[in-house]
């Protein structure tokens, strides 16, 4: 329900939120596969299972854009593939823009549908995963000379 905090001024903030704004939360859950999970401390959870809570209470915010700063890191293959999926599909359904900051580039040519690679500050390809050549992959991975 933190994802709900910032519609409320602080002092309301201290008080239960209205219900419309807990059945929100409560779907938003559910579509991340966590409801059962509700009243569960994070910190029980799986890096998997607080990814998709973190995903849940970004969709309490009702976003346009939808912003990932490497929502994989520490997560295993089957994971990742989980949360990206789910971040994917769910960003499809609610025509929510997305971009994600991933340092794994094979991912990120599964997931997305235009690629950005940076390398020392400045942008080295900027397409289609299909297009991106085994050049350019390798280019953002070597360091840049100083």
């Known amino acids: 329900m933190m994802g709900r905090l910032g519609y409320f001024s602080f002092w309301r903030s201290l008080l239960p939120l209205p219900v419309a704004d ?3 939360c409560l779907d938003c859950l ?12 994070v910190s029980s959870l799986s890096g998997g299972q607080q ?10 915010q009702q976003p346009r854009i939808m912003l990932a700063d490497e929502p994989i890191a520490s997560l295993d293959p089957q994971s990742s593939h989980q949360i ?14 997305m971009v994600i900051s991933l340092h794994q580039v094979d991912f990120a040519k599964q997931y997305g549908d235009r690629i950005i690679g940076l390398s020392g500050g400045k942008i080295i390809c900027d397409k289609s995963p299909s297009s991106l050549s085994a050049d350019e992959f390798d280019a953002i991975y070597t360091p840049s000379p100083r």
Do not use: E, H, M, Y
């Open 30 to 41: 559910d579509r991340v596969g966590l409801l059962d999970k509700a009243l569960t401390t």
């Open 84 to 97: 990206l999926g789910l971040l994917t599909d769910i960003c499809k359904s609610d025509n929510i823009a």
């Open 51 to 60: 990814q998709r809570v973190g995903i849940a209470r970004a969709l309490a």
């Open 22 to 24: 807990q059945l929100r």
